[in-house]
């Protein structure tokens, strides 16, 4: 297990190094002058080339990079070009907000997924199979920003009015703050409901097919402990892989759902620096969720033998 452990961070280390320096790469080959943007349309060649000395984008490229990497081996991401303020400091200011909304979704997707799943199986090809199948292809063919728009139209003005306040500012763990979360929540999971119950049922059908599960039936366990025992335990590990992947990247792309309902989060964030070429914030945003994938891959790898007895790390 140790080895293991140690082997997948040396991947990670390495995984980090190669995504800083793509973005690195494709960001200062970008058409978008970022002196440009500082100085205003106004500024003359003599101020937009003040602003390149200071930011240090007169050097060469290499050496921009080297130094690059100097600082992000200290752990430092480097200041805004923007406003010169730290963007470990930016992207911690709006991460909590990024966080409530990608945890609070998370659990709604994963548990109405694998619940709404495991019926669908556990009743194939019946009328409540049937039912769910339909619901599923509407979760599918309805994109995050529609659901948002739709839930923004109809629950805001009315509730807000009845003494629900969807959309008072306030911090984290605040009641008007998670009051505020849960039509995003809803927007942002009712796709990823659909997707995971698909996933739920289709493995577990196959698991509920195996000769143990047979085994199980024929020895007079219930068909309860056959369920939830032993096939839900093996037919999670490929939905709980998919769930790794989805929760670290949907960090960065919470984007939209962030920009309808009026979250500051990294989701802005981001959009705000790629409208202004605000390179050191984009590639330390860039980087945070490439670890946050990192991370969740490698959490759900270790809870592999956990969930199914068969699988060794080695």
Do not use: C
Not at 67 to 96: C, E, H, M, W
Not at 116 to 132: I, Y
Request: positive net charge; hydrophobic residues 50%; charged residues 15%.
């Amino acid at each position: 297990m140790v080895r293991f452990v140690l082997r997948r961070l040396l991947y990670s280390v390495m995984v980090l190094l190669l995504v800083a320096t793509l973005v690195f790469v494709f960001l200062h080959i970008s058409p978008v002058s970022v002196e440009r943007v500082i100085g205003g349309p106004k500024a003359t060649t003599d101020t937009l080339e003040q602003i390149r000395r200071n930011l240090g984008l007169d050097q060469p490229v290499l050496v921009q990079y080297g130094q690059f990497l100097g600082r992000l081996l200290k752990g430092d991401l480097g200041d805004s070009y923007i406003n010169g303020t730290s963007v470990a400091q930016l992207v911690a200011d709006r991460l909590p907000t990024t966080l409530w909304l990608v945890f609070g979704a998370g659990v709604i997707w994963f548990v109405g997924g694998v619940v709404t799943g495991v019926f669908s199986a556990t009743h194939a090809r019946g009328l409540g199979d049937r039912l769910v199948t339909v619901v599923v292809l509407i979760g599918l063919s309805t994109p995050a920003f529609v659901m948002a728009l739709v839930l923004l139209y109809l629950f805001s003005t009315k509730l807000g009015e009845a003494g629900f306040p969807f959309f008072e500012a306030g911090p984290p763990l605040q009641e008007h703050f998670l009051r505020r979360m849960i039509l995003p929540w809803i927007a942002l999971s009712f796709l990823m409901v659909a997707t995971y119950t698909r996933l739920t049922r289709g493995s577990m059908l196959d698991v509920l097919g195996e000769d143990y599960i047979r085994t199980a039936r024929a020895k007079g366990l219930s068909e309860r402990q056959v369920v939830y025992r032993h096939a839900l335990r093996s037919a999670l590990t490929p939905v709980v892989t998919q769930f790794g992947i989805d929760l670290g990247a949907l960090i960065g792309s919470t984007i939209v759902t962030e920009k309808v309902f009026g979250l500051q989060g990294v989701g802005q964030l981001v959009f705000q620096s790629i409208s202004l070429g605000d390179t050191p914030v984009i590639i330390g945003v860039t980087l945070m969720v490439t670890l946050f994938v990192v991370v969740a891959n490698l959490v759900v790898d270790v809870g592999y033998s956990f969930l199914d007895p068969r699988v060794r790390l080695s």
